[in-house]
Structure formats: C-alpha cells, structure tokens
C-alpha cells in the first residue's frame, strides 16, 4: 500500500510540472551526448598513443644483430654492464695475447733465405746509388738513392725499404756500396757503376790516381785566367738551408758524379747544376771537378759526401777544382 501511495504522489508531481520535466529531460540528453563525444575522441587519441607507444616498444624488445652488443636502453644500466662490454672487446688486452706473425726463421721465408756472404747479383731495382755517407756505424750511416725518372733523390738509413720496391731492403751500408736484400737476393749499388762488381775488384794504384789527376797549384796566383778570383763569402742561414735535412736539397740543386780520367778517379764532377743555387753562390758549376776539400783527396768513391759534410761543419773551406774539368783552381769559401 505504501508504495501505491508513493507512486501516485510522483505522477502527480510529475504531471502538475511538465516544463521543469521537459528541462530535466533536455539536460540528461545533451549530457549523454557530450559524454559520448567524449568517449570517441579518448578512444581515437589511446589509440594513435597505443601504436607509437608500442613501435618503440618493440624496437627494445626486438633487437638486430649489431645492436645486439649495446646496454638496453629499458634496462637500468650499472657497472657490471659497462665491464662486461668492455672485458668482452678486449680493449685493454688484459689478457696480453700476442698476435700470429710468421716466424723469421722458418724454412723458405726470405728474410731466412738471405745471404749477406753470397756473391752481388746485377742490381734489378730501378734506383741509382747518388752518393754514401759512412760513418763505421749502422745506425749513422747514410746513403742517397735516386728512383730512375724522378729527381728528388731520398735518404736511406739499414733496415730501410726502398720507397716503391717494397721487396728491397737496405740490409748494409758499407764505403763504396749499398747491399739491398731483394727477397732474398743479394744485391750491390756502387757508386762507380750501377752494374754489379766482383768482390775481388781492387782500387786503383796511388800512383796511377796522382798520374790521372792534373795537380790543383797551391799558389792561389798560379791559377789559370778562367778560374774566378778571391775568396766566397756565405751567409750560415744561406747555406743550411740550402743543404736541407740529410742533404736532401741541396742533391736536387746539382749532382756529383765520379769523374774518371785514364780509369782512375780524379774526384767528383757537377752535373745538372740550376742557376741560383748555392753551387753558382760559390762560383762551381756544371762540368767542374772538384779534387779535393780542406786537402783531402776526392778520388775515391765513398768521399762523395766530404763537400757536404764540410759545408755543414767548416767555417773554412778550401776547393781543389779543375774549371771545366780541364783547368785547376783552388776556391776558399768562408761562412758567416
């Protein structure tokens, strides 16, 4: 009965207030329909957020091979992970392994096969010896070696290979030649030839050097009328830079040759001297002999370097020459 009575007093309110319950009814409608919108657009926008969200997500759960190595980036990262890569690269060679290198004296091995007591064969490399510095020390002696078809002429110390020919190795530097190992193959640059010499060959008599050479008169006004007058002065700045480290320089300025006369050597010959040079500063040029330097004899090969070798050290220096390879002279050269 109770609620007979308590349904009938709402339909009578709800008949005696039809604008307030068409105003209720109007506000629940509209507010179901904002909350529909509402709910499109949230699942619309979980949606795009859900795709990018997982793309990334399996990029760190499905890694390639070469990513395979690097820390995960979802994973908090501490120290056993930084070691693990870095024990797993050796970076540090912790474990000092040493590499597989082929052993020096193993049966064919050309380094093995080498003979420094057999017999020069006929040099095969496209070089040609210019000139030796020996100093009786392996590590200080010096020779120049010129690559056929180039003009700057390189520096080469025992032990060196030459530059280009990879298979020759400087194995000696000795007084009148340079002994290349060429895989193996004993090889002689000479200074006098380019061709090889046999090891008996013995140095022209003393006698028969002083016959050859014209003796350059030790009075400075007994000099022929072609040979230039007074004394060279040069700056010391001039001349070492000149030179150039390992007398690389002053080799592309002018070269000297051995200069042989009745098949003895007189000294060394200039060739290919260019104008402006420190050769032409001291009045020597192309085809002059020089004989000797500060008294000593150029007339045989390992004093190709005495020249330079003066004009480094020396403040005083004193030049035997034939002008021309015909008249003798004597030039002094002070350096200041």
């Not at 070492?240 to 320089?249: A, V």
């Not at 390992?302 to 030039?331: H, M, V």
Request: hydrophobic share 40%; aromatic share 6%.
């Amino acid at each position: 009965m109770q609620i007979l009575v308590v349904r009938d007093k709402f339909l009578n309110f709800w008949r005696s207030n039809e604008d307030v319950n068409r105003l209720i009814v109007q506000i629940a409608s509209r507010s179901v329909l904002v909350l529909l919108i509402a709910y499109g657009l949230a699942s619309m926008a979980s949606s795009v957020a859900l795709v990018f969200i997982s793309d990334t997500a399996m990029k760190h759960r499905f890694k390639t091979k070469a990513e395979g190595e690097r820390v995960r980036i979802g994973k908090e990262t501490n120290f056993r992970d930084y070691r693990k890569i870095i024990v797993g690269r050796n970076v540090f060679n912790d474990t000092g392994a040493v590499p597989d290198e082929p052993d020096p004296t193993a049966e064919g091995n050309a380094a093995n096969a080498f003979n420094p007591n057999a017999k020069c064969q006929k040099p095969t490399v496209n070089v040609e010896l210019l000139g030796i510095i020996h100093t009786g020390n392996e590590a200080t002696s010096l020779a120049t070696i010129l690559e056929k078809g180039y003009t700057i002429a390189d520096i080469y110390r025992s032990g060196d290979r030459i530059i280009g020919q990879d298979q020759a190795l400087i194995y000696t530097i000795e007084e009148g030649r340079v002994v290349l190992n060429n895989n193996g193959v004993k090889e002689c640059l000479e200074i006098n030839s380019l061709m090889m010499k046999s090891e008996s060959t013995t140095p022209a008599p003393a006698a028969a050097v002083a016959a050859a050479a014209p003796a350059a008169p030790s009075d400075p006004e007994a000099q022929s009328a072609d040979c230039p007058a007074g004394t060279i002065t040069l700056e010391s700045s001039l001349v070492e830079d000149s030179l150039g480290p390992g007398f690389s320089k002053i080799l592309e300025t002018g070269r000297l040759v051995p200069y042989h006369r009745d098949n003895a050597m007189v000294g060394f010959k200039l060739i290919g001297v260019r104008g402006g040079s420190l050769w032409t500063k001291a009045n020597l040029n192309s085809g002059d002999v020089i004989t000797a330097v500060n008294g000593t004899s150029m007339a045989q090969p390992e004093k190709g370097f005495a020249i330079y070798e003066s004009l480094q050290t020396d403040k005083q220096i004193r030049l035997e020459y034939l002008k021309g390879g015909k008249s003798p002279c004597n030039l002094s050269i002070e350096i200041k």
